[in-house]
């Protein structure tokens, strides 16, 4: 298997713990590479669309509330790995979803917790399959913005020429 690209979110209570640095060391320690990063601010939309997969669980509105910054900072830092299996390691590195039952040497299970109104603050995503970091990474990166990218492009005309998934 060849290089495969994951989607890392470092999320807004992450970012306000200044965990940017820790996180991306245990990445570095793993051999990923970085490919692309920017701190961005999630607009609704962009959270809307990132979990559309969790729209009808009860807990989407705290996710989206959580993801946009209603309780932390607004700003993410949005970061592409790649390595040799990069989602399976990136997915052991951070450990599972609900923080209590993450490793307690993963992220997660360091840094993360659940507030005392049920929301988790698990410090980061990463793309669940190889499948889930394509449609991540194209939602969240143009083309241009990474350094190397493992899918199509194609070149479109507009008012200055930019590069656009196919």
């Known amino acids: 298997m060849g290089k495969e690209q994951s989607l890392v979110v470092v999320k807004p209570d992450a970012m306000q ?3 940017m640095g820790t996180i991306m060391d245990k990445f570095a320690e793993a051999g990923l590479e970085i490919v692309a990063a920017k701190v961005i601010e999630v607009t609704q939309e962009l959270a809307q669309e990132h979990y559309q997969h969790l729209k009808e669980e009860k807990f989407f509105d705290e996710l989206i509330k959580y993801i946009t910054g209603s309780y932390h900072t607004k700003n993410v830092l949005a970061l592409v790995y790649q390595k040799d299996n990069a989602c399976n390691k990136i997915r052991d590195i951070i450990g599972a979803t609900n923080p209590e039952e993450a490793k307690p040497t993963s992220l997660r299970g360091k840094y993360g917790r659940i507030t005392t109104k049920g929301v988790f603050e698990n410090v980061v995503h990463a793309s669940e399959s190889v499948e889930e970091a394509e449609r991540e990474i194209k939602l969240w990166f143009r083309p241009n913005e990474l350094t190397e990218t493992n899918f199509p492009t194609q070149v479109e005309k ?6 656009f998934w196919k």
Do not use: F, I, M, S
């Open 158 to 163: 507009t008012e200055r020429q930019e590069v």
């Open 17 to 19: 713990k200044g965990l």
